[in-house]
């Protein structure tokens, strides 16, 4: 009968061996589901953050509404203050204001709206040839960012954040109804 | 023996047991996280709805326009260019005094192609109306000077469902001159109507001052007037919610029909 018992019995912890199984197993649930649940907050509060920082350049840059030009541009552009995202902001072309002669270095010259991946910077003196080192600086466009650093937007995707939202812009002396486009995302 | 075999029982019955525990808050966690956000998330959107329609009226009211119909502000030849929204006033002060106190169709057609190029970006995903409407409640004239409207439908039949099926949604624009039958105010079964049937709606009002010249010999009549656009979320509204919008009280046009609106 001892010998019998001794047989069976693989001590303390060896009898509760089969118990350990669903314990582990419940562990192993518990642990991915709470790192699962963390991480996705974490992604939606990023998200989030981001939205709300659009948002709020966005609010900066419309201002009132109305830019009255270049210079004013500039002006709100300093007034960005974004910590941990990087942006960029730009004015984009209405179809009631496009003209296709301005944008000659595209392939496809024809309206084709807002595309973020695609942007059509508006450039208020689009046949002066700007010199090599500020190449850009008549287009309505800033960031955080200098110019030659600047990523390709389309592989930063998931992590982009954009709002467009259309504004006046003062331009020759007609008010021009444009788009202002932010996009931000985290470095 | 027999001891330790219950031992053994009971250490399995707990574990099973904290199994079932464990499961059901990963349940309810998976629950929480799933939800999680979607306050903040509305909030956003109807942030951006409500930032989108006020920079959308000043963007419409204070844009330029030329001054002669068919021309296009890119055109250098374009040689006489106004603010939208004097050109507006101007129309309106001007308007045929015969109870049909309405923008000129040429104007109508002009603030159509406006409006309809400042809400391109977000024209595919929510439906929107803009109107000019006269506060002074007239009894001799149109309250409402203006009216857009930009309507998600469906060419299929929706039953209780609510998703069109893909490819059968369509976007259409009317240009409508709300009046009841009784010729009372027009307000309650239109806009307060619709207004009832749309989710999460942004709206964005202006006051503005029009003024009606009766005759070359008397001065002008100023007349107070709001500005509105309102934008929500594209929605397949069903007839029997809304009613015809070509009969009254909304007596819509298809925006994109030459005939549309009558003179």
Redesign the interface.
């Known amino acids: ?1 001892l010998e ?2 001794r047989k ?2 693989l001590g303390p912890i060896g ?2 061996l ?6 582990v ?3 192993i ?2 642990f991915s ?2 790192t ?2 963390m991480n ?2 974490d992604s ?2 990023e998200d ?1 953050d981001a ?2 920082a659009t ?1 709020g350049i ?2 900066i840059m ?1 201002s ?3 830019i009255t030009g270049y210079e004013d541009f500039r002006r709100l552009c300093g007034n960005i203050n974004v910590s941990g995202l990087n942006y960029e902001v730009a004015l984009v072309e ?6 296709e002669s301005n944008y000659a270095g595209y392939e496809d010259q024809r309206f084709s ?2 595309d973020i991946l695609d942007l059509r910077i508006f450039d208020s003196t689009p046949n002066i040839k700007d010199d090599e080192e500020d190449r850009k600086a008549s287009e309505f466009f800033c960031s955080n960012i200098p110019i030659s650093e600047l990523p390709e937007l389309i592989e930063i995707g998931q992590r982009l954040s954009s ?6 812009l003062e331009d020759a002396k ?4 444009m ?2 486009v932010v996009i931000t995302w985290r470095p | ?1 027999r001891k ?1 075999n219950s ?2 029982q009971a ?2 019955t ?3 047991f ?2 079932l ?3 059901a ?2 349940t309810l ?2 629950l ?2 799933n939800q ?2 979607i306050m ?2 509305d909030e ?1 959107k109807r ?2 709805g409500t ?2 329609a ?3 009226l ?3 009211l ?3 326009v030329p001054r002669n119909a068919g021309e ?3 055109d250098a030849e374009t040689q006489e ?1 106004d ?1 939208l929204l004097a050109a507006i006033k101007e129309d309106y002060a001007y308007a045929k005094d015969d109870g049909k106190q309405r923008l000129s169709p040429e104007m109508q057609k002009t603030l159509h ?2 409006i309809s ?5 977000l024209s595919e995903q929510f439906d929107y109306l803009f109107y000019v409407y006269r506060i002074d409640s007239p009894s001799d004239a149109d309250e409402f000077a203006y009216l857009l409207l930009h309507i998600s439908g469906c060419k299929a039949e929706i039953s209780s469902s609510e998703f069109c099926p893909e490819g059968e949604g369509i976007h259409a624009d009317y240009l409508c001159n709300p009046k009841t039958l009784s010729g009372q105010s027009a307000v309650s079964s239109t806009l307060d109507a619709l207004t009832m049937l749309i989710p999460n709606s942004a709206q964005s009002v202006s006051s503005i001052l029009l003024s009606k010249v009766a005759d070359s010999a008397s001065s002008p009549k100023t007349v107070p007037a709001r500005a509105a656009i309102m934008l929500w979320p594209a929605v397949y509204l069903k007839q029997n919610e809304t009613g015809d919008f070509a009969s009254a009280p909304w007596n819509c046009c298809d925006a994109s029909k030459t005939y549309c609106p009558a003179g």
């Open positions: 009968m019998k018992k069976g019995f009898d509760d089969p118990s350990l199984v669903p314990l197993f419940a562990l649930i518990f589901t709470f699962y649940a996705s907050m939606r509060n989030f939205d709300l948002l966005a609010r419309r009132n509404g109305y209405t179809e009631l204001t496009y003209d709206g807002v709002r467009v939202f259309p504004i006046v007609i008010a021009k109804p788009f202002l | 023996m330790l031992k053994g250490a399995i707990d574990a099973l904290f199994l525990i464990v499961s808050l990963a966690l998976f929480f996280i999680y956000g903040v998330s956003v942030s951006y930032d989108y006020s920079s959308a000043k963007t419409i204070y844009g330029s296009k502000l890119a260019i603010y192609s406006n190029a400042i809400m391109k970006p």
